[in-house]
């Protein structure tokens, strides 16, 4: 019964602990991955920019950082 | 039950595997193609460039480069030296919010900007010469002669399409090379002209790389890594690709094609795919020091790339094998 509990937890630990490795590399590239979106996104709500040919301008920032920054 | 916990191990180290080596390369061969550096511009200890973007090469071998941070036109000999440089932020004649691309043609320079609508027109000493209008952003052009101008677009409705314009920003005509539209930005490409009046064209946010005739139709088309879907996120009220396939498209003077991979690249933005220009097929690659946003290449068959995230332009000579020279060809 010990021996069951014992297990039991060290397999709780592992699953615990590569499911925070999991979340902590998934986190990590969704950071890296925001940059451009975050520009896109003041970009899109910036007062001068809000209609159609700025937002067009405002994707084709988008593009270039995807292009330039990312990768 | 004891065998649990290795299920769960190699279940992770599977999925660490598909995000970190990213696809295979089966389709590659082996093809001795190297790069040999014979110029650098620019250094993390001096103010020559900042963040240089858009880069074109003259026949005398003058090198001419937007740099985005200090709002120029930069011009080098071809020792490397800066020998001229213009613009500021500015919304007039000359002056400049964010340079981007730039072309040289026949004496002239061409250069769009990132949050200004048009082409600005320079000399060779970098004097301001005139402005072609073009209301939509440009995501890629090519200057085809003194009154040609084949120009990518990026528009709401309409994609798959590049726009011949005359040197006063009229559509002459439209070379339509896909009849299905994808969705918002899937569409886009860099273009190269291949001097035939056809194009070879590379799509950014798709595994594929194709060459169109004058009239759109499709000579031959390739995917080199086997990309089946890009990833898609929903942000500002549209749906967006998020990964880079491909990130640029030069030619050399023998037709061959050089295209620059992105996050799906083995070595992301490093990895360059060399095509024959004929038939599409890979005849090898070979990998950047750095990473970059571009390549060009001049009529000299040098290959300029970036260094430094942009503070360093680095020019480099193509090496194919002598023994396996034909087979590269």
């Known amino acids: ?71 | 039950m004891r065998k649990k916990p290795l299920w769960i191990v190699c279940g992770v180290l599977w999925f660490l595997s598909l995000r970190v080596g990213g696809p295979a390369f089966e389709k590659e061969e082996a093809v001795p193609i190297r790069i040999k550096e014979v110029l650098s511009i620019g250094s993390l200890e001096d103010d020559t460039l900042f963040q240089w973007v858009g880069i074109a090469a003259d026949r005398e071998g003058f090198i001419y480069v937007t740099d985005a941070l200090d709002y120029s036109l930069k011009k080098f000999d071809p020792d490397g030296r800066m020998v001229g440089k213009q613009g500021q932020k500015g919304q007039g004649p000359g002056e400049f919010q964010a340079p981007r691309l730039l072309e040289f043609h026949e004496g002239r320079l061409y250069v769009t900007d990132q949050s200004r609508p048009g082409i600005q027109i320079f000399d060779c000493d970098l004097n301001y010469r005139g402005h072609i209008p073009v209301l939509f952003p440009i995501s890629s052009f090519k200057v085809l002669d003194v009154n040609r101008i084949a120009v990518v677009k990026l528009e709401m409705k309409t994609g798959c399409e590049i726009e011949i314009l005359n040197n006063k920003g009229e559509e002459l005509r439209r070379v339509r090379f896909q009849t299905k539209q994808s969705p918002f930005l899937m569409d886009l490409v860099d273009l190269a002209a291949d001097g035939r009046g056809g194009y070879f064209l590379v799509y950014i946010f798709r595994d594929q790389i194709v060459h169109v005739d004058e009239t759109g139709a499709i000579l031959w088309a390739q995917s080199l890594l086997g990309v089946k879907k890009v990833k898609r996120k929903k942000m500002s009220e549209m749906t967006l690709p998020t990964e880079v396939v491909y990130k640029d498209i030069a030619l050399d003077s023998e037709g061959r094609i050089y295209v620059l991979g992105g996050h799906f690249s083995k070595n992301s933005s490093r990895d360059v795919y060399v095509l024959n220009g004929e038939t599409g097929r890979l005849l090898g690659t070979f990998t950047l020091p750095d990473t970059s946003h571009c390549i060009h290449i001049d009529e000299r068959d040098h290959l300029f790339a970036r260094a430094n995230d942009g503070v360093t332009l680095k020019m480099f000579k193509l090496l194919f094998s002598k023994e396996r020279r034909e087979y590269v060809r």
Do not use: W
């Not at chain 1, 039991?8 to 950071?31: D, Y």
């Open chain 1, 1 to 71: 019964m010990k021996k069951n509990r014992k297990r039991q937890k060290g397999n709780r630990l592992l699953v615990v602990t590569v499911l925070a490795v999991l979340i902590l590399l998934m986190g990590a590239v969704g950071v890296q991955a925001g940059r451009c979106e975050l520009a896109l996104d003041r970009c899109m709500h910036d007062p001068l920019l809000m209609n159609m040919i700025g937002s067009l301008f405002c994707l084709n920032g988008y593009v270039f950082c995807k292009t330039y920054i990312e990768g």
